[in-house]
């Protein structure tokens, strides 16, 4: 076999429950700091997500090399790529970001913490969308099949979007639910979520954003988590990886503005990413296979996608797909921050 036929990153034992817990406390630090940083209402500049960025992108490296020392190169190189691969897919979610903050009409000056509340709501729902996504995985090796079968379909669908599709943001059923049961205010009261007015308590459209921004970045986990359990089996690495790169979201919601609509070749890296995980998927359930009318239910001899390599590749197509698209628009720049219809429709059609 090749080199680069090696075993997929070993599913560990688990980690002691002090480790969740100091985890979790250090990422409930860091979110208590951004909102009381953020606690008055102010525009977000250039210069504030450019520092944003750095500080948290910084966190990520620190934390994997902690995994590094501890964990040793596979679950190190593991968080990597798991961390690159959800960072860069969460950049799609950037798109209808925008798009919920022009339905909502959010006032920039509120934007900052619209993000970070509806950020922190996505990653409480992601945290049980990955331990759920684990057990599934420990007690029915042959879920990878699906896994991989679903990464591959979404990634020819994303691929395959055409450009003159044309999408609009709509209220889910969650959100009209809560506007039939609960009175919603006509304008934002500044921050709060909600206020007695009239003799009764009403919801601001600020917590109605906040929720719509929760659950759209939950649809978008519905491909991302299986990506990323493509890569590591372990539940802490898969969540401190979408923890991360959900922290950074934020400031680079800011900082990449009108960019956004020159990653005109974003659409077809991601589908690749995503096609070339589902087949590492395939591979793996392939080389663990008990289904029975699968080889006869034993094991296929295939070769094996490693860790190191997924890294490599998923950097490549992003680096090459983002050159190329800044090549591409080259003086097609938009500094009004481009048009948000024509940017959110990849985006869109994961959803």
Known sequence: MS????????????????VWALTIAGLAAIFAVDLWAGRRAREVTMRDAARGVAIYVG?????????????GREQGTAFVAGYVTEYSLSVDNLFVFLLIMTAFQVPKAFQHRVLLVGILIALVMRGGFILAGAAVIERFSWVFYLFGAFL????????????????????????????RAVPVTDTYRGTALCVWEAGRWMITPMLMVMIAIGLTDLLFALDSIPAIFGLTKDPYIVFTANAFALLGL???????????????YLQYGLGVILAFIGVKLVLEALHTNTVPFIHAGRPVEVPLIGIELSLAVIIGVLAVTTVASLI????????????????????????
């Open 3 to 18: 080199s680069a036929v090696v075993p997929p990153v070993p599913a560990p034992s688990g980690e002691p429950f002090w």
């Open 59 to 71: 966190l990520a490296v620190v934390f994997a090399a902690g995994i590094f020392w501890f964990g």
């Open 152 to 179: 591959v379909i979404t990634a020819v669908k994303v691929c395959l979007e055409k450009s003159d599709d044309s999408h609009e943001f709509s209220e889910n059923a969650l959100l009209r639910l809560v506007r």
């Open 250 to 264: 934020r400031q680079l919601y800011f900082l990449l503005g009108g960019l956004l609509s020159r990653l005109v």
């Open 328 to 351: 591409r628009t080259r003086g097609q720049g938009q500094p009004d921050g481009g048009d948000p219809e024509q940017s959110e429709r990849t985006a869109l059609s994961r959803t």
